[in-house]
Nanobody
Framework: EVRFVESGGGMVQPGGSLRLSCAAS????????MNWVRQAPGKGPEWVSS????????YYADSVKGRFTISRDNAENTVYLQMDSLQPEDTAVYYC????????WGQGTQVTVSP
């Protein structure tokens, strides 16, 4: 069974940083592209970032480009999201995701950016 466990969320002030982690199990992690998606209160899901299998290519939504950095450790079956210069509009539940025969999601981790 594919399973993700996200961690690292919390409450920070604007301008602060957080590092999210997503530990994967139940799949051959290294052969799949991984994604981070967020959902703010009252809004639909928003794609944030993706990383290819070996980590050589990364992609970001315009809203986070230059502030967030995605990375992965295939030996640890973990994908990370380093979030710097956080703003109140980054407040959301953050999920890691993989698309196999269907989409798989973790339980999410709450990020709150507030003065």
């Amino acid at each position: 069974e594919v399973r993700f466990v996200e961690s690292g969320g919390g409450m920070v002030q604007p301008g602060g940083s957080l590092r999210l982690s997503c530990a994967a199990s139940g799949l051959t992690f290294s052969i799949y592209d991984m994604n981070w998606v967020r959902q703010a209160p009252g809004k639909g899901p928003e794609w944030v970032s993706s990383i290819v299998t070996g980590g050589s290519s990364t992609y970001y939504a315009d809203s986070v480009k230059g502030r967030f950095t995605i990375s992965r450790d295939n030996a640890e079956n973990t994908v990370y999201l380093q979030m710097d210069s956080l703003q109140p509009e980054d407040t959301a539940v953050y999920y890691c995701n993989v698309r196999l025969s269907r989409d798989y999601w973790g339980q999410g981790t709450q990020v709150t950016v507030s003065p």
